[in-house]
């Protein structure tokens, strides 16, 4: 399988922890994008990577954000002292071009009790 | 502010039906136009896409029609199958950015 892939599926965790989650893109795609969805709404951007560049960031990416693409595959978005409003699908999309087709992973879904 | 507008919210369709699920944008700049089909507990999935630069494409049973003039664009399933019964999002970018804007979905369920 070649598509994007993203570890864990799954985490709950308390507030206050901190999170981290990963995101393979597809292997010749060199942009990367992280997203989140809530229930019943569409996803949200949150970042953009081109190669190891953070290019771009949601409002919604708070200082206790972080995201990396240390050497332009993998990525981590890392999220510290969870909140319970932080609780919903983390999505990872990567692409080959800017203005182009972005493939989605199967979603981190994150519940902060 | 809700660049992308979606409608229905919701949308129930006999089997060998057409679903049609609308969008409107405002962002003018926007110049790529993505539809998006979403399983629950799953990713969403690119069904088809389309550029300003014509006023439909077809893959299959999937048809988009755009119209410029009038910010807006749509999605046709023709025949529509059980297995069609999903959420569907459309989505669009451009205008200096990379990021997708989607609207808000639409749940199609098709009955047998």
């Known amino acids: 399988d070649t598509g994007v892939s ?7 965790t308390k507030r206050g922890q901190n999170v981290t989650f990963r995101c393979d893109p597809i292997s010749e795609h060199n942009r990367l994008y992280w997203y989140r969805q809530t229930l019943g709404q569409g996803p949200e951007f949150l ?20 995201a990396e693409r240390p050497k332009g595959s993998f990525s981590t978005l890392e999220i510290q002292r969870t909140e ?24 981190t879904r994150l519940l902060v009790l | 502010q ?14 060998g039906g057409i679903s049609i699920i ?3 944008y405002e962002n003018t700049a926007f110049d790529y136009f993505p539809w998006y089909q979403q ?5 969403p999935a ?12 077809k893959e299959g049973r999937f048809t988009i029609s755009f119209n410029k003039s009038a910010k807006q664009f749509s999605l046709h ?16 970018n451009g205008a200096g950015s990379y990021q997708l804007t989607f609207g808000k979905g639409t749940k199609l369920s098709v009955i047998p």
């Open chain 1, 6 to 12: 993203q570890d864990p599926r799954h985490k709950i």
């Open chain 1, 47 to 66: 970042t953009y990577f081109q190669n190891e560049a953070q290019l771009e960031k949601s409002r919604l990416l708070s200082d206790r954000f972080s």
């Open chain 1, 84 to 107: 319970q409003g932080d609780s919903a699908m983390y999505l990872c999309a990567s692409s080959s071009r800017g203005y182009g087709d972005q493939y989605f992973g199967p979603g």
């Open chain 2, 2 to 15: 809700q660049q992308v507008k979606q409608s229905p919210q919701s949308l129930i369709v006999q089997k």
């Open chain 2, 22 to 24: 609308n969008c409107a």
């Open chain 2, 39 to 43: 399983f629950p507990g799953k990713g």
């Open chain 2, 46 to 57: 690119l069904l088809i896409a389309i550029r300003p630069d014509v006023s439909e494409k």
């Open chain 2, 77 to 92: 399933i023709m025949d529509s199958q059980p297995g069609d019964s999903a959420t569907y999002f459309c989505a669009a």
